[in-house]
């Protein structure tokens, strides 16, 4: 008997991945060499599943000011922005952000991850209620348990479900706080914003959506969705990460909310742990910059993401609702997910395998992510190689007949 | 308010039923895990099928404690006030 007995099923399917050869789950670049390009051993890969939406880890700027800051203020801070103190960087990010936002605060976390569950725990208090979406993130739900809240999940993109169950709480005492996301990492789908935002102010809630995904990809300045759909000021909380598409790490959120930073010294996942780096953060301020000042970028991001799902669409595979950077496949079973990613990796092509319980309605997806730094014709390299794969594999129609229902 | 404890197993019986991949005896004893194979998510989306039919929404905290049929049905008893 083994601590780690109860792990056996998961260990005889992770086994048998290795066996074949075929395990996207510890996949290891030998060398990266551009935000859309890597070698495995000697082998090209093009890269079409890494969230670089803007593609901006290569930038010059970017590299610049990280060199500049690693070597003015020391390769990490060694310690938590509480007990051991702020730099220079991380009130300057805090306040680009802020002004990003047109708000009158923002708060760092040293993840993504760690802003989702260092706001949810701390904003939801014991007998308060969090209201999640049913696609949401891990992090989301991992906040809602660390906090003391009543936790309820409601249909996915379903304003009425929200409503229903918002109804149900009646005049339960405690604040109401609704949890959506920009656009859902697994099938790249968006919330209806305004619709929830309706119901929001009908019941007296507040309203968090984690742009992660939608950051400096959807809005008219990158703002995201809440821009998009014109509801920021419904939106009282918006939390996001450096991780996507300012090619870093880290997470932070914003808020006008009166009192804000109370919360740096109630979260504990922002207390409790290092900051991020100096370089770090000065590559963020950087990415962030050019995020606002180069719309080319989004431009060309989603003339990418329509071209590749378009073109996917097309060859006959089953997608998400709505072209976005995330542009999933939906596959069969997990099995036909491995095989497919494993040839798309031998012919080149880096792409990523999602299973349940990370998938909604327990869909087996194989996952690309669209970046702006992509060229067209490696996005047609991309779909000519799907076409090849999913021809062999019997999952979409034969060359004449998907060009004659194209026709 | 007319729904008694029976009425309650049924609803949960008979929504488990069409989604089971084999047909599996259903009982209070069936674990959902073990006996269902259902993952946390499935068994999250499976509660959220019945919610709607008793007009009760379960905390995630209460699914999280619940590991047998008996146990859902039991939950669901409690949250809708059935004597």
């Known amino acids: 008997m083994s601590l780690l007995d109860k792990f056996a099923s998961l260990r005889a399917a992770y086994d048998g991945l290795e066996s074949s050869r075929a395990n996207p789950f510890n996949v290891a670049f030998d060398r990266v060499l551009s935000p859309t390009e890597a070698k495995i051993g000697d082998r090209d890969i093009l890269l079409l599943g890494t969230n670089n939406y803007l593609g901006l880890t290569y930038d010059p700027a970017v590299i610049a000011r990280a060199v500049e800051a690693i070597e003015t203020f020391g390769s990490g801070t060694t310690g938590s922005r509480i007990a051991n103190g702020s730099y220079d960087g991380h009130m300057r990010l805090e306040r680009a952000l802020a002004d990003f936002y047109g708000r009158r605060h923002a708060m760092v976390f040293s993840t993504g991850y760690q802003a989702n569950v260092g706001m949810l725990s701390a904003l939801a208090g014991k007998n308060d209620h969090l209201l999640l979406d049913a696609d949401c993130h891990a992090s989301i739900y991992d906040g809602a348990r660390l906090g003391h809240a009543q936790v309820t999940r409601f249909r996915h993109n379903d304003p009425d479900d929200l409503a229903i169950r918002l109804r149900r709480l009646g005049d339960t005492q405690g604040d109401k706080i609704i949890v959506v996301e920009g656009i859902y990492s697994m099938l790249g789908d968006s919330a209806p914003l305004r619709e929830f935002a309706a119901v929001k102010r009908e019941w007296g809630a507040y309203l968090v959506v984690d742009e992660a995904h939608s950051l400096g990809v959807l809005g008219e300045t990158g703002r995201g969705l809440a821009e998009a759909a014109g509801v920021e000021d419904d939106v009282d909380f918006i939390v996001g990460t450096f991780s996507k598409s300012l090619g870093g790490v880290g997470g932070f959120c914003v808020s006008d909310l009166d009192g804000f930073d109370i919360l740096r010294v109630v979260s504990r996942p922002y207390m409790f742990t290092a900051s991020l780096p100096p370089s770090v953060v000065a590559a963020a301020l950087e990415a962030l910059r050019q995020l606002r000042a180069r719309p080319v970028l989004r431009k060309r991001l989603m003339d990418n993401a329509r071209r590749y799902y378009d073109g996917l669409a097309e060859l006959g595979f089953d997608l998400g609702p709505e072209p976005n950077p995330v542009v999933s496949a939906i596959m069969p079973d997990p099995e036909s997910a491995f095989a497919f990613w494993s040839r798309l990796l031998d012919a080149g092509l880096y792409t990523n395998v999602s299973l349940p319980p990370a998938t909604p309605k327990g869909l087996a997806l194989l996952r690309s992510s669209v970046s702006a730094a992509h060229t067209p014709s490696q996005i047609d390299h991309a779909l000519s190689l799907f076409a090849e794969v999913g021809r062999s594999m019997g999952l979409i129609a034969p060359a004449r007949l998907a060009l004659r229902a194209a026709g | ?83």
């Open chain 2, 1 to 83: 308010m007319n729904t008694s404890i029976g009425d309650i197993r049924q609803i949960v019986f008979d929504t488990l039923r069409p989604s089971l991949q084999r047909p599996v005896p259903l009982s209070d004893a069936t674990n959902i895990v073990n006996d269902l194979g259902l993952d946390s998510v499935a068994m999250m989306d499976f509660v959220m099928e019945i919610e709607n039919r008793l007009d009760i929404s379960v905390p995630l905290d209460r699914i999280a404690e619940i590991e047998s049929l008996g146990d859902l049905v039991r939950t669901l008893r409690e949250l809708k006030g059935v004597p």
